[in-house]
């Protein structure tokens, strides 16, 4: 079984485990099942999921399993300069809009905006193009798990911490063994959707975790394309 580790006494005191990134099988890269990602997520020890599909939200228009974990509506957006989450969306945002385009309408559906692997420029991270909108307001996922290499995770980590942003963490799973690699610490007094995204917010969060070997992410990819 993978356990979570976690630095500190205080952060099993004071905080819950999220995973803010997790695929289902309604990305078209992904064959993970609902009710497999549910019973793998509760067996680690996470007290909560946000599904982050590309572009759709089949999931949670769909999904009828049932589970103690908070599940958090999401969708990962495909923009015209690389990809954001909306958490706390379960409506369809178009993709191919440009940036200030997407983030005005996560907005307008009462979502908080994630802004995913920004400096991984192998996987569509939007890097410093973020700075060519009002970013102050938007979260940095500041470990994910599917990185190819730390730097990408310290890049995003030293930009969220210079520019004082909120900071998540996801496995970015695209595999029911991957979920929960990465996570994001969550006060424990966050016990609804709403206050999840209050929590990131109000900068309460922190991404922590590793990621995935070479070795794994080569496997991974043939487990999932073929």
């Known amino acids: 079984m993978k356990k979570l580790i976690i630095d500190s006494k205080k952060a099993n005191e004071e905080y819950s485990l999220f995973d803010l990134h997790v695929h289902s099988f309604y990305s078209y890269d992904c064959k993970s099942k609902p009710k497999d990602i549910f019973k793998q997520a509760e067996k680690i020890g996470l007290s909560g999921l946000a599904i982050t599909d590309h572009n759709t939200v089949s999931f949670h228009k769909s999904i009828r399993e049932e589970t103690n974990l908070l599940i958090i509506p999401g969708i990962e957006i495909s923009t015209s300069n690389g990809h954001l989450i909306g958490l706390g969306v379960s409506e369809l945002i178009e993709k191919n809009k440009s940036i200030a385009e997407t983030i005005e309408q996560i907005f307008d559906y009462g979502g908080e905006i994630v802004v995913p692997h920004p400096f991984d420029f192998l996987r569509k991270g939007i890097g410093r193009k973020i700075t060519k909108v009002n970013f102050s307001n938007l979260a940095i996922e500041t470990v994910n798990a599917s990185c190819i290499t730390k730097v990408f995770n310290n890049k995003a980590r030293n930009f969220a911490e210079?520019?004082?942003?909120?900071?998540?963490?996801?496995?970015?799973?695209?595999?029911?063994?991957?979920?929960?690699?990465?996570?994001?610490?969550?006060?424990?007094?966050?016990?609804?959707?709403?206050?999840?995204?209050?929590?990131i917010r109000k900068k309460k969060t922190l991404g922590e975790g590793s990621i995935l070997s070479i070795y794994e992410k080569i496997i991974r990819s043939f487990q999932i394309h073929f």
């Open 162 to 199: 210079k520019n004082s942003l909120a900071q998540t963490g996801g496995s970015d799973s695209h595999r029911v063994k991957d979920i929960g690699l990465a996570y994001t610490l969550v006060p424990k007094d966050a016990e609804t959707v709403d206050d999840v995204l209050e929590s």
